[in-house]
């Protein structure tokens, strides 16, 4: 049997459950596709759906539709035009006052670990492959919850993605790392490390220089991004270092 055959119960049922997480929001669609952009529009002509306000592709449609609306929007953002626009389009629209929730669409697993897309600023990744799984109903649940959701067939390549990223560090930086991620200063980490201030001022140097960041704060959010802090862990995560 087809995945999306329209007869079948459970097909219909999900979808009727993906239709009222949908109905809470005003929609917007990114695409790189004109196709896709279009079968997008039609999707929601076809189910009457009525909060969707447009299909856009390129990042000027896309600002000027969701910065025309008051309302929080959820913009379901495709890969063909994260590839070219994605990252710097997600920072723009984090600066609105009302940003919207992100779902990005993720059509290949090489794409994802050519790009290394900073999913941490979307609230719901999810592979096209898993459409008609449940996973997009748990995707947009997660996020009706205030919590955000990465589709499970995608958690091997980001980890993959992660230890490709993670800087070689030596035992006393990353001993340094999880001071700094206790918020101390060189001062404080010399004295629990039993080290020189001057040594600690070294290492954390060291480690804004190896994680390509200006300041501490960045630094530790690298480091809880890539894996290497637990968050709210009185640690490393050992086994991801």
């Not at 389009?89 to 779902?103: E, K």
């Not at 719901?124 to 205030?146: D, E, P, Y």
């Not at 980001?158 to 001062?187: C, F, I, M, V, Y």
Request: glycine letters at 6%.
């Amino acid at each position: 049997m087809a995945r999306f055959d329209p007869q079948d119960a459970g097909f219909r049922a999900r979808s009727e459950a993906v239709n009222a997480h949908l109905s809470q929001w005003t929609l917007v669609g990114a695409s790189g596709s004109w196709l896709e952009a279009h079968l997008m529009t039609r999707a929601a002509l076809a189910s009457e759906e009525q909060r969707m306000v447009g299909s856009c592709v390129t990042p000027a449609e896309v600002l000027d539709l969701i910065g025309s609306h008051t309302e929080r929007c959820l913009l379901v953002m495709v890969d063909s035009i994260a590839a070219d626009h994605g990252e710097a389009l997600v920072a723009q629209l984090r600066q609105f006052p009302q940003p919207p929730v992100i779902v990005l669409l993720v059509e290949s697993k090489e794409w994802l670990r050519a790009n290394a897309y900073p999913i941490d600023r979307v609230e719901v990744v999810l592979h096209t492959h898993s459409f008609g799984s449940g996973a997009l109903i748990n995707g947009l649940a997660a996020v009706s919850r205030g919590h955000r959701y990465v589709d499970p067939a995608l958690l091997s390549t980001l980890s993959d993605n992660n230890r490709a990223k993670q800087p070689e560090l030596t035992p006393r930086e990353l001993e340094t790392l999880r001071e700094l991620s206790h918020g101390l200063t060189n001062r404080q980490i010399a004295e629990r490390l039993g080290i020189a201030e001057s040594t600690a001022r070294e290492y954390t140097r060291s480690l804004l220089q190896k994680f390509g960041c200006r300041n501490r704060t960045m630094v530790v959010r690298t480091a809880l991004e890539l894996g290497l802090l637990l968050p709210g862990a009185d640690g490393l995560n050992s086994a991801e270092v």
